[in-house]
């Protein structure tokens, strides 16, 4: 199957934008003297995602310069080679030369190569810690009839540009499959910089395609209409007010006479039911399929494969699976962390995998399903399977707390540590330690989890559990004291009353509670969350049984309200960030609940834990 690549070159081309301006920002607040370690990660990862995706289109000049570039940023954040002023100049200049090198994929404009290669030399002194001797020649655009240079100042190109009729962007190569900006491929290391630079020209198996009729765009234009994703962010907004409206008003209308004001009620009834088929109409507006993703991968598997000696087949299952816009967008980045995971760390080359009995051939699939009120994006292979003895040797040496005690769960856990990798050597595939836990951290930012199921010799599944929108969110209302709070349905596992034999006091482990064979630790929400509200009676609690990261925790709360679907509010925008508080919602009575982050109670409640046993 041949997809049409021209439809994702917008999406790299305003992203490498955007991530440019970001890369400026960053140096530009740079401490020279003192660089902070998070903030040469971030700058890192800019370069790290604008080779990835110009490796995935082959625009193999802006991969050669960004891979340099991130190879020089690698060593400043590891400590191998000390920051200086000369050093953030030339990565300013650098930035230019890739906005050069993006407008002359994007527009056809003239890229100088001269300065680009001359760059890409002072780049490769620094990292091999010589101090640059002069600076580059000035970027150059069009000559005019007196053979002037022009101005390479943003305001100027950006005039060049938007005068000049844009060109087509080159076409990928023939055997292109599908896939878009946001899959950073690694490339194999690029040609030497001595080489002279030109631009490459258009591959020649690629058959011309034939013209689009006016009379098809015409078509297409008729059905559909362009709108901006921000006047689409504010109808959701202004639904979500109604959504609340309509809630406040049935709460109100709760508390009259059924008979006198029938009328009312059933008209109440009446706008309950058109508010929620409004909702469910707009959210939809932003809904995409999966199919999005997914068709991006081929392309990845068969280079990456390729690359490693390794024969892969990819499958996908549930590409029609919908989900918002917002986390489409976001979910990109970690499913390429983990589908090149899969390739490098657990397919086995074809020898391996024929001496243990296995076909040559491995699998890795990509999967996307509903549960309730989520959806659960799947990326399983039949490789060797995570390694137990080798991860708890690594975070030893990286002085991670690790036991051979740890159940598997806890062990899997460790992978995704800040620059935890078991790669023996760096390679352009992996090494570097900057994959798994950036997949924890943009899944966590979307208010989903990541699940991990490993067996040695048979594979791994990893297991991605995101919310279908970030604008609303299907929760259980449960209350302490007078206050209300709202815990994610996602999390739940399931609600008990328990009695006295089945609570017991442990040292060290505080009290926990018995359910089916498991000591699960008992965390009251009123503690952990200093609340001034009076304990409630034991006998009459609920414990909450929920699940972050592969641990179950029994939250402790005094009544169990009933599950509601709240519009989510941000607490941090709005006021500011409360520990153990991911956002807020207007119930109807027009109180505020809050939004519980359960993974950063598990976390608290552990630390806690850990604190009383020393």
């Known amino acids: 199957m041949t997809i049409d690549m021209s439809q994702f070159y917008q999406v790299f081309f305003e992203e490498s934008a955007e991530l440019l301006e970001e890369m400026e920002r960053l140096l530009l607040e740079l401490d020279v003297g003192s660089p902070g370690k998070d903030e040469l990660n ?8 604008i080779k990835g995706g110009s490796a995935t289109f ?28 000369d050093m953030v100049d030339v990565f300013l200049k650098t930035v230019d030369i890739l906005k050069m090198q993006l407008a002359g994929r994007q527009f056809g404009s003239d890229v100088d190569t001269g300065s680009v290669a001359e760059i890409r030399r002072r780049l490769n002194e620094l990292a ?29 190109l950006y005039a060049i540009l938007t005068s000049a009729a844009p060109a087509a962007v080159p076409p990928a190569s023939a055997a292109t499959e599908t896939q878009a900006f946001g899959l950073f491929t690694d490339p194999a290391p690029p040609p030497s910089v001595e080489k002279p630079v030109a631009k490459a020209p258009p591959p020649a198996p690629e058959a011309p395609k034939p013209a689009r009729r006016a009379s098809d765009h015409a078509e297409a234009e008729a059905t559909s209409i362009r709108v901006g994703v921000e006047k689409v962010d504010q109808l959701i907004n202004l639904v979500g007010e109604l959504v609340i409206t309509q809630a406040m008003l049935a709460q109100t209308a709760s508390r009259v006479d059924p008979v006198l004001y029938e009328s009312l009620l059933n008209a109440l009834g009446q706008l309950e039911h058109n508010t929620r088929d409004l909702q469910e109409s707009v959210m939809s507006i932003r809904m995409m399929p999966m199919s999005f993703v997914f068709s991006r991968f081929p392309r ?11 024969q892969v087949e990819l499958k ?10 917002g986390l489409i ?7 390429n962390h983990l589908v090149r995971n899969s390739l490098d760390h657990g397919i086995e080359p074809p020898e391996k995998r024929l001496a243990a009995g296995k076909s040559a051939h491995g699998t890795i699939t990509l999967r996307a399903f509903h549960q309730g009120g989520n959806i659960v994006i799947e990326v399983e292979d039949d490789g060797a399977g995570l390694n137990r003895e080798r991860i708890l040797a690594k975070a030893r040496e990286r002085g991670l707390p690790a036991s051979d005690a740890m159940s598997d769960q806890e062990v899997w856990q460790l992978i995704f540590e800040a620059g935890f990798s078991t790669a023996e050597t760096v390679t352009a595939v992996s090494g570097r330690g900057v994959g798994m836990d950036v997949v924890k951290r943009n899944v966590q930012s979307m208010g989903g989890r990541v699940e991990i199921e490993s067996s040695p010799g048979k594979g791994t599944r990893i297991a991605i559990r995101l919310p279908l929108t970030l604008a609303i969110l299907d929760g259980m209302s449960v209350s302490v004291g007078e206050e209300i709070f709202i815990i994610p349905l996602s999390f739940i596992v399931e609600s008990m009353q328990p009695s006295r034999d089945e609570t017991k006091t442990i040292a060290d482990r505080g009290t926990v509670v018995h359910v089916r064979g498991e000591y699960l630790p008992v965390v009251s929400l009123r503690e952990i969350l200093n609340m001034r509200a009076k304990p409630a009676d034991p006998e009459r609690g609920i414990l909450m049984i929920v699940e972050s990261e592969g ?8 009544d169990l309200l009933g599950q509601h679907q709240v519009v989510i509010k941000s607490l941090e925008s709005n006021y500011r960030k409360v520990r153990g508080v991911s956002g807020a919602t207007i119930m109807g009575d027009g109180k505020v609940a809050l939004i519980l982050d359960i993974e950063a109670l598990v976390r608290m409640s552990q630390r806690d834990a850990e604190r009383q046993a020393a």
Request: glycine share 8%.
């Open 42 to 49: 971030a700058i890192f990862r800019t370069a790290h995602s």
């Open 58 to 85: 082959g625009f193999n000049e802006i991969t050669e310069t960004t891979h340099i570039l991130e190879s020089l940023l690698d060593k400043l954040r590891n400590g191998e080679l000390s920051l200086c002023k």
């Open 128 to 156: 091999q810690g010589s101090q640059p001797a002069e600076d580059p020649p000035p970027i150059v655009g069009k000559e005019t009839a007196g053979d002037a240079r022009i101005d390479p100042s943003p305001e100027n």
């Open 300 to 310: 990845v598997v068969h280079d990456l494969a390729g690359k490693l000696d390794k």
């Open 316 to 325: 996908t299952v549930g590409e029609g699976t919908e989900l918002d816009k």
């Open 329 to 335: 967008e976001k979910i990109t980045d970690p499913l």
């Open 551 to 558: 641990y179950k925790t029994a939250l402790y709360v005094d």
